[in-house]
């Protein structure tokens, strides 16, 4: 048994067409196949425009970092 993921495109026809590269030649196979959408990456709606500005009466501060230790130089 060989396991393939492969990411593809559905064209307007509503048609899937899979080529898959097999190392096998003049031999029955039972298929399965699991259709899944892909979940979309993107911003929620109005995202940018809830939280631009959303720091400004509160705004991240760098403290200061100290000294550094002196250590022996590199050989």
Do not use: C, N
């Not at 590269?21 to 029955?28: A, F, G, I, N, R």
């Not at 400004?56 to 590199?74: F, N, W």
């Amino acid at each position: 048994m060989q396991t393939m993921k492969i990411d593809t495109h559905v064209g307007a026809d509503g048609i899937l067409t899979l080529a898959l590269p097999l190392d096998m030649t003049d031999t029955d196979l039972e298929v399965l196949v699991v259709v899944q959408p892909k979940a979309k990456r993107s911003w929620p709606p109005g995202y940018f425009a809830q939280t631009a500005g959303s720091l400004a009466d509160d705004p991240i501060a760098r403290p200061s970092q100290g000294t550094y230790e002196e250590r022996d130089a590199l050989q």
